[in-house]
């Protein structure tokens, strides 16, 4: 809103439902203004009052899917033409891993801190990673951009597999195949390739009673978290390619 307008008491319900309405109306146009507001309230901070502090995650998840339908697929132009001094990639890229919360727009009311919750001075990548995840996917949907899509990749090591929450991996999974939709490819082996060489050996099995030396504290339980959720979203983003086929085949390798 500008700085001069009127808030009302809108219920948390209203908010997301119009917000997603803001990406239904502007879908596929583009439109700059539009861009900045959803970017703005994907990362938007809890304020004085209990306000944004109740359901935030929904809240910026519905943010990033707005900002995704208003540039849908159309990254590769609209990064480099008239959304360029708005960093979208990079913003989007911080939002979904974490670092220093950027600077409040001069331009906005200055609001005081919330006082019930304390976030610092780093985004909360358990608030906007799922919306910041999944509009970077729409953003650059079909692009076939093999530099953003390695940004989305499980990470390679079991080490660094603690530090990603298993449901955002799915999520990554999900986006990666939106951005390189023409590869998908409707078979287990596809399906399996998005799960890290390394934690394959280890995904639903029963735990050796003797592990090899240097494997004793794996955490068996999160691998087939990471697991599931890696495949889940190689299937969901599967049947989004092909649906509607009525294809057979398609349908038995998911």
């Known amino acids: 809103l500008p700085p001069t307008a009127t808030e009302l008491p809108l219920s948390h319900n209203t908010q997301v439902a119009a917000l ?49 339908l208003i540039t849908m697929g159309r990254g590769e132009s609209l990064v480099v033409g008239s959304l360029a001094d708005l960093n979208l990639t990079d913003v989007l890229h911080n939002h979904m891993l974490g670092g220093p919360r950027p600077p409040a727009n001069s331009s906005s009311r200055e609001k005081q801190q919330s006082y019930q919750i304390k976030e610092g001075d780093n985004i909360n990548i358990d ?21 953003i899509a390695s940004w989305l ?6 080490f660094l597999l603690d530090f990603v929450r298993p449901d955002f991996l799915m999520l990554r999974t999900l986006a990666k195949g ?36 240097g494997l004793e504290n794996l955490d068996y339980e999160t691998l087939n978290q990471a697991y599931c959720n890696i495949i889940s979203g190689a299937a969901f983003v599967l049947g989004l390619r092909f649906a509607g086929s009525w294809n057979p085949d398609r349908k038995s390798v998911v």
Request: charged residues 15%.
């Open 178 to 213: 939106l951005i390189l939709w023409d590869d998908i490819q409707a078979t287990v082996a596809w399906i399996e390739s998005h799960v890290p060489s390394g934690m394959l050996p280890h995904c639903l099995v029963r735990p050796p009673d003797n592990p090899t030396p």
């Open 127 to 147: 608030i906007t990673s799922p919306g910041a995840t999944l509009a970077l996917g729409m953003l650059f949907w079909r692009s076939g951009n093999k530099n």
């Open 153 to 158: 990749t499980a990470p390679n090591t079991i």
């Open 20 to 68: 997603m309405g803001v990406g239904l109306l502007y879908a596929n146009s583009g439109h700059r203004h539009m861009v900045e507001v959803c970017l703005k309230e994907l990362g938007k901070p809890p304020g004085p009052e209990l306000e944004n502090c109740v359901d935030r995650e929904s809240y910026s998840l519905t943010a990033g899917l707005a900002l995704g």
